[in-house]
């Protein structure tokens, strides 16, 4: 079956803008993740959904970044007023219940 | 808190040697453990994971590992290395099996020299 797939794949934007990155986790899975990985480095948990509910966002930087998961399905993360130490790539993940997380292919997102 | 620390950001192997990554972990309570590799340009995917079942775990593409609660240790093995193997490895903590959060080290990356 289809798995997790994110877009765009790729995200240039200029500093200061807003942007917007999705995620379609695989169809059934309750619980959906994301992650920030940046240059270097191994992926930073940034917010977890079980179902619509935000139920752990401890790892949202700032109050620029939010996401959303109105259905229970698809999720978007919105980050704005972008800066340069945004530049990374945007990993998502889901879960069925008790479930190993699968991962998408992420969204490189470049800030300039 | 929990965190993992990964010994040694570059591995280097020749084909056919024995591949070691080394993983180290912290945490407050008793771990579950993961093991991921992201092959270039691809999503993360799990190689092995421990549960408490048994402390020696196999995992897809001939890879083990073995916890060590007396070491905190969590170290990746593959007796002989294919030049296939050639990736990012990242080890992986959270509370829970599943749905919880996962907390990654920073990476080794793996090379096979032919």
């Known amino acids: 079956g289809a798995g997790v797939s994110q877009t765009p794949s790729n995200k240039v934007t200029e500093k200061g803008k807003y942007v917007e990155l999705r995620c379609d986790p695989i169809s059934g899975h309750t619980a959906l993740y994301w992650y920030r990985q940046s240059l270097g480095q191994g992926p930073e948990f940034l917010i977890y959904f079980q179902g619509t509910g935000a139920a752990d966002d401890s790892g949202l930087p700032n109050d620029r970044f939010f996401a959303v998961r109105p259905e229970g399905s698809v999720s978007t993360l919105k980050i704005q007023r972008t800066e340069r130490g945004d530049s990374a790539v945007y990993l998502c993940?889901?879960?069925?219940?008790?479930?190993?997380?699968?991962f998408g292919p992420g969204t490189r997102l470049t800030v300039t | 808190a929990q965190s993992v620390t990964q010994l040694g950001s570059h591995v280097s192997v020749s084909e056919g040697a024995l591949v070691l990554l080394r993983c180290n972990y912290s945490?407050?309570?008793?771990?579950?453990l993961f093991w991921y590799v992201q092959y270039p340009n691809q999503g993360l995917q799990l190689l092995l994971k421990y549960t408490s079942a048994a402390t020696l775990v196999k995992g897809i593409n001939g890879f083990e590992a073995e916890f060590k609660k007396s070491e905190t240790s969590f170290h990746l093995t593959k007796p002989s290395a294919h030049m296939s193997d050639a990736a990012e490895y990242f080890c992986a903590v959270s509370y829970g099996q599943g749905a919880q959060k996962l907390v990654f080290g920073q990476g080794t990356r793996l090379t096979i020299n032919p």
């Open positions: 993940a889901s879960s069925s219940p008790g479930g190993k997380q699968y």
């Open positions: 945490s407050s309570v008793p771990p579950y």
